[in-house]
């Protein structure tokens, strides 16, 4: 599948360091997501991009910063992590947040 | 507001038996339903959605559901299951709308040789 890509696949990262998530969609949609999906929980949608502009934030911590430079990119900046924001980081696209086409994800580790 | 509740958290199989993922869901309002699978290390693929029209839903490696709106329920079923379908399922609602989608905890299918 490569309508949606994630860069790094795995990433392993200290507290103090400062990192950033790549996510990048070749389907042309207008809507781009990110989610957390940690170990025995339910996935938890962070954040939604319609046409650049950010329409949701879920009550997440700042420490996590996105961006959307235009409806193709979606990154997400990570800095001064906690050992509990380890888990996979899943982008999505979709059409008007129809149908969404998942990434493969990025597994975090921080240490 | 919309949820989603899959009521079994694990189920195992045998292979060549069927089986029935069971989901139900919440919402004052039509919802377009999905159904998405994921397998280690991957990321959710879908396997089939229902928006409107026949309430029987046929997807991808003979996965079908139907949808049963006065059981609000959207059960995905597959009569003979394989190893290959071991991973974890997860049924999905989005208001008929500009809405995000909302995800139930997922249900992991061990099928066993």
């Known amino acids: 599948e490569t309508g949606v890509t994630q860069t790094p696949r795995h990433l392993v990262m200290g507290m103090t360091n400062k990192k950033s998530l790549k996510c990048e969609q070749h389907l042309g949609h207008n809507a781009m997501y990110w989610y957390k999906q940690s170990a025995k929980k339910p996935l938890e949608l962070m954040f939604v991009?319609?046409?650049?502009?950010?329409?949701e934030n879920n009550s997440v911590p700042s420490r996590f910063s996105p961006e959307c430079p235009n409806s193709s990119h979606l990154f997400l900046h990570l800095h001064t992590l906690q050992p509990e924001d380890s888990a996979l980081y899943l982008c999505?696209?979709?059409?008007?947040?129809?149908?969404?086409?998942f990434g493969p994800g990025t597994r975090l580790t921080v240490l | 507001a919309q949820s989603v509740t899959q009521l079994d958290s694990q189920v195992p199989v045998f292979e060549e038996a069927p089986v029935e993922l069971r989901c139900n869901y919440s919402?004052?309002?039509?919802?377009?339903l999905f159904w998405y699978v994921q397998y280690p290390n991957q990321g959710l693929q879908l396997l089939l959605k229902?928006?409107?029209?026949?309430?029987l839903v046929k997807g991808i490696n003979g996965f079908e559901a139907e949808f049963n709106k006065s059981q609000t329920s959207f059960h995905l079923r597959k009569p003979s299951v394989h190893i290959s379908d071991t991973a974890e399922y997860f049924c999905a609602v989005t208001r008929s709308g500009n809405t995000p989608l909302v995800f139930g905890k997922g249900t992991r299918l061990s099928v066993i040789a």
């Open positions: 919402s004052s309002v039509s919802v377009y």
């Open positions: 999505a696209s979709s059409q008007d947040q129809g149908e969404q086409f």
């Open positions: 229902y928006l409107s029209g026949s309430t």
């Open positions: 991009y319609n046409f650049k502009e950010q329409t």
